[in-house]
């Protein structure tokens, strides 16, 4: 039965591998960390994993969730939610960066754990006659409308608008 099976005249009974459909990695730190600026190095490399995941299914992350456990009480959540479909660790981390900025932190944190579930496939580009893509303009006003949110809040932002005036 067993060369059968291997010679593919019986059916494998084994079931077929399914990736997963969501991204989860934490990490456990010997020493807490007291600040939020170091725990930019950290995130840096739950990012880069996040990014290889993201390369293996093609597709863009369109929102992440941080979760800050502190050594005593509740953990502290951070969402994160992408306008324009990201893929590199590079700049999610800003986004990182920035959302850190607003966020107090109780106490010493002795876990991080990262969390992505929403997700986008990568459409392909075509290059132009000389082989690079042109600029777009959508990917850098999405850009800044993530960075926006960020810093004045998610309610806050609802989009861009010209205005004939001299102040934004």
């Given at each position: 039965a067993h060369l059968q099976r291997l010679c593919g005249e019986l059916p494998d009974p084994r079931p077929a591998h399914r990736p997963r459909e969501y991204f989860a990695s934490s990490l456990q730190f010997l020493d807490p960390v007291p600040e939020r600026t170091?725990?930019?190095?950290?995130?840096?490399?739950?990012?880069?994993?996040?990014?290889?995941?993201?390369?293996?299914?093609?597709?863009?992350?369109?929102?992440?969730?941080?979760?800050?456990?502190?050594?005593?009480?509740?953990a502290q959540v951070l969402p994160l939610s992408c306008s324009l479909e990201h893929n590199r660790d590079d700049a999610l981390l800003e986004l990182t960066r920035l959302a850190l900025e607003r966020l107090r932190l109780a106490d010493a944190i002795a876990s991080l754990e990262l969390f992505c579930r929403e997700f986008a496939t990568v459409h392909g580009h075509t290059l132009g006659l000389f082989g690079g893509i042109g600029p777009d303009d959508t990917d850098a006003e999405r850009r800044l409308l993530d960075r926006l949110r960020l810093r004045l809040g998610q309610e806050r932002m609802h989009g861009l608008h010209l205005a004939d005036a001299h102040l934004p």
């Open positions: 170091m725990l930019l190095f950290p995130m840096r490399r739950l990012l880069g994993e996040l990014a290889q995941f993201l390369d293996h299914r093609q597709s863009f992350c369109q929102r992440l969730e941080w979760r800050l456990q502190p050594v005593r009480g509740a």
